[in-house]
């Protein structure tokens, strides 16, 4: 049973590209990867999973660790709350944007609901993903003012893009106004933005922008939502002097790992934890040092199952989800652990 989950934790969603599964049509595939998953799931008892994932830790409050809701799309409020109990996440990351678990524009009537029946379950909600950049957006004070009574305490912001038109700094200027008008509605209503950094061709790509942006504003009130994943992508073997910079503002964290790979060009690849190029050993190290705290989203950017998802039964993907999920959970509180952090 051990090798059945080890393989398939190594593997996980390359089973399909197997040579042996290739030549099967969709519905064997299906079939097999679902007998390997119901496998695999019985003996997770034998890995000692479920004896320390079963429940959400009381003695560590600052840093839960949550499951962003993005990857559990298919399942409502209950089912959320009940499946991330089962495998023992502290919270949610709930989506509270466009195409996500709660529309903005639904948010004053729908958050409420959503937060009580996730709780109800046994998880929190600490941290919710937003649209949100714009102070001035009708909709903006509406969801803010919602979370904060719903006990939600940090928002991730939405991007910012540079106008090619205009100068680096004057890009910077346009968008530290409206951090500053976030902050201090944040802090009318006592709940904190998090701008997370993202490789690429955005605002925060070079954690210097995150640095000018907030520098001058109440941590309290806005600041990072820190994500080793970019922040290696974009820095290479410097994301710890960038870590240092902004250490003041990290509010929380995103887990997740990559690895460059050569196709007819070099790009990204999302990896599960601990099989790619960021060092999570270096980062909770550093976590402990600057004695921050917070929740920790884990972010699964990598395919999850073998075959379209519409192919799948919500049973079929509850099962392959949970292998996955579990098995980045408990990576991170391992690392938590090694590093010290209660």
Same mark, same amino acid.
């Given at each position: 049973?051990?090798? /059945?989950?080890?393989?398939?934790?190594?593997?996980?969603?390359?089973?399909?590209?197997?040579?042996?599964?290739? &030549?099967?049509?969709?519905?064997? &595939? !299906?079939?097999?990867?679902?007998?390997?998953?119901?496998?695999?799931?019985?003996?997770?008892?034998?890995?000692?999973?479920?004896?320390? $994932?079963?429940?959400?830790?009381?003695?560590?409050?600052?840093?839960?660790?949550?499951?962003?809701?993005?990857?559990?799309?298919?399942?409502?409020? &209950?089912?959320?709350?009940?499946?991330?109990?089962?495998?023992?996440? +502290?919270?949610?990351?709930? %989506?509270?944007?466009?195409?996500?678990?709660?529309? *903005?524009?639904?948010?004053?009537?729908?958050?409420? !609901?959503?937060?009580?029946?996730?709780?109800?379950?046994?998880? +929190?909600? *600490?941290?919710?993903? %937003?649209?949100i950049n714009d102070p001035d957006h009708p909709l903006t004070e509406k969801v803010?003012? %919602?979370?904060?009574?719903?006990?939600?305490? #940090? #928002?991730? $912001?939405?991007? #910012?893009? =540079?106008?090619?038109?205009?100068?680096?700094?004057?890009?910077?200027?346009?968008?530290?106004?409206?951090?500053?008008?976030?902050?201090?509605?944040?802090?009318?209503?006592?709940?904190?933005?998090? #701008?997370?950094?993202?490789?690429?061709? =955005?605002?925060?790509?070079?954690?210097?922008?995150?640095? =000018?942006?907030?520098?001058?504003?109440?941590?309290?009130?806005?600041?990072?939502?820190?994500?080793?994943?970019?922040?290696?992508?974009?820095?290479?073997?410097?994301?710890p002097v960038d870590m240092k910079l902004i250490k003041n503002y990290i509010n929380?964290?995103?887990?997740?790992?990559?690895?460059?790979?050569?196709?007819? @060009?070099?790009?990204?690849?999302?990896?599960?934890?601990?099989?790619?190029?960021?060092?999570?050993?270096?980062?909770?190290?550093?976590?402990?040092?600057?004695?921050l705290s917070g929740p920790i989203s884990l972010h699964i950017e990598y395919p999850?199952?073998?075959?379209?998802? +519409?192919?799948?039964? /919500?049973?079929? @993907?509850?099962?392959?989800?949970?292998?996955?999920? !579990?098995?980045?959970?408990?990576? /991170?509180?391992?690392?938590?652990?090694?590093?010290?952090?209660?």
């Amino acid at each position: 049973m051990a090798i /059945i989950i080890t393989n398939f934790i190594s593997h996980r969603v390359n089973l399909f590209k197997y040579p042996t599964m290739k &030549k099967m049509n969709t519905s064997k &595939k !299906r079939r097999n990867f679902v007998k390997i998953i119901s496998t695999a799931t019985v003996s997770l008892p034998f890995l000692n999973f479920t004896n320390k $994932m079963t429940s959400v830790n009381d003695n560590s409050p600052k840093n839960q660790i949550c499951i962003f809701s993005k990857h559990l799309h298919w399942l409502d409020f &209950k089912g959320v709350g009940k499946f991330s109990k089962e495998l023992g996440f +502290d919270g949610i990351d709930l %989506t509270v944007r466009k195409g996500g678990h709660v529309p *903005p524009e639904k948010a004053e009537t729908l958050l409420p !609901r959503a937060v009580e029946e996730i709780k109800a379950a046994g998880v +929190d909600v *600490p941290m919710m993903a %937003t649209n949100i950049n714009d102070p001035d957006h009708p909709l903006t004070e509406k969801v803010l003012k %919602t979370a904060a009574k719903c006990g939600i305490k #940090y #928002y991730r $912001m939405a991007y #910012y893009h =540079y106008d090619p038109k205009l100068e680096i700094i004057e890009n910077l200027n346009l968008f530290k106004t409206k951090m500053k008008k976030l902050a201090e509605l944040n802090e009318h209503y006592g709940i904190c933005g998090v #701008y997370q950094n993202h490789s690429g061709n =955005y605002v925060g790509a070079s954690i210097w922008d995150i640095w =000018y942006l907030f520098k001058d504003l109440n941590p309290e009130f806005i600041g990072s939502q820190f994500d080793p994943r970019h922040a290696v992508v974009e820095g290479g073997e410097s994301w710890p002097v960038d870590m240092k910079l902004i250490k003041n503002y990290i509010n929380c964290t995103v887990a997740k790992d990559f690895v460059w790979e050569k196709e007819d @060009k070099w790009k990204v690849k999302n990896v599960p934890l601990g099989e790619g190029m960021v060092d999570f050993d270096k980062y909770f190290s550093l976590y402990k040092d600057y004695k921050l705290s917070g929740p920790i989203s884990l972010h699964i950017e990598y395919p999850m199952f073998p075959v379209p998802e +519409d192919q799948l039964s /919500i049973t079929e @993907k509850n099962e392959m989800a949970s292998v996955l999920m !579990r098995r980045e959970l408990s990576f /991170i509180r391992q690392h938590l652990k090694k590093a010290g952090i209660s």
